[in-house]
């Protein structure tokens, strides 16, 4: 049994069964696993085994039509809060009627992504001075001596916490990005990055970490799949930056600190649109032709060089 959660929203599950049972104390995420069996989801309301009402979930984003769960996880966070996530068979999914438009999308410094068509998302907001809070808290933890129990351990639940927020927003806006991009795009390219190469560059680093664009692309991909959309990613050598998305010409350098330039053809450009634009040609040019700078396909319709799960864990879909 685990210590009560300092915040309140563990009463409501308390009152109707006791805490689910969890195996080990020492992970930061315990959870238990319901099968078929242990509960019943009927008009978006979901009870457990043993219980006699539906559990007040407030729904971290909507299940997609016709979804029908076949396990669900109940856990808990090292924050003290509650949380059911639906595993769900993409089979019992409608993909949404084809629509023609394309986007490309890039991930930057200023902003946190800017699309082919000129539209650029900001960082979310307050995650300047979450960072911050989350700093101090992180100093604070770091100054309790390690036999300080009680002390210590709420420190490191305060730290927890901020993380926790920190996450919920950026997340929040996530979803409501990719749902979008997804509604309103048949095809999404994005630029293959990976982390790896990000290092070198530190300040890049902690903006990509921050942006958390594995996030971004997952979603991204599991709502493609989900819709019957297809998700481009185009090779990360690819110079997006460097080529004017006008007429073609490559530019031999294009430093960090480059936010427009002129081309030789007379077009000014914003970097990170002109580098949308270029990585949404690319991607469009692999699909059309299936060669080229080596892109990796999530469509739910087979052709694709990733290979596909059969059904999708949704990430901490509905929260307690
Ligand atoms: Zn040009």
Not at 278 to 291: D, I, P, Q, T
Request: aromatic letters at 6%; glycine letters at 6%; a positive charge.
């Amino acid at each position: 049994m685990p210590a009560a959660p300092a915040s309140g929203v563990h009463h409501f599950f308390g009152k109707r069964a006791k805490y689910p049972r969890f195996k080990s104390k020492k992970k930061s995420r315990k959870s238990a696993e319901y099968t078929t069996s242990g509960f019943r989801f009927r008009d978006g309301s979901l009870t457990l085994a043993k219980m006699r009402e539906p559990l007040d979930i407030v729904w971290h984003r909507p299940l997609p039509e016709g979804a029908k769960p076949s396990t669900v996880t109940v856990s808990q966070d090292a924050a003290g809060r509650w949380y059911v996530s639906l595993l769900c068979d993409d089979a019992s999914v409608k993909p949404l009627p084809a629509t023609g438009s394309a986007v490309g999308v890039d991930v930057g410094l200023d902003h946190l992504l800017t699309l082919s068509t000129g539209e650029k998302i900001a960082n979310p907001r307050h995650e300047r001075e979450d960072r911050a809070r989350l700093a101090l808290a992180q100093r604070r933890l770091a100054k309790k001596a390690k036999g300080d129990g009680a002390n210590r351990a709420k420190a490191r639940r305060k730290v927890a916490k901020v993380h926790a927020r920190i996450a919920d927003r950026r997340r929040d806006g996530l979803h409501k990005l990719t749902t979008r991009l997804v509604r309103e795009n048949q095809t999404i390219v994005i630029e293959d990055l990976t982390v790896r190469n990000m290092v070198k560059n530190r300040k890049l680093a902690r903006a990509i970490s921050d942006a958390a664009w594995s996030e971004f692309r997952n979603m991204l991909e599991y709502k493609a799949a989900w819709y019957g959309r297809d998700v481009i990613a185009v090779d990360r050598f690819f110079p997006s930056s460097k080529l004017c998305s006008h007429c073609g010409t490559l530019q031999e350098k294009m430093p960090l600190h480059v936010r427009t330039w002129t081309c030789d053809c007379g077009t000014t450009h914003d970097r990170d649109v002109n580098a949308a634009k270029n990585l949404l040609a690319a991607g469009l040019a692999v699909s059309a032709c299936g060669a080229g700078v080596r892109p990796q396909r999530s469509s739910p319709g087979g052709q694709s060089a990733v290979k596909q799960e059969t059904s999708r864990r949704e990430p901490r879909s509905p929260r307690l």
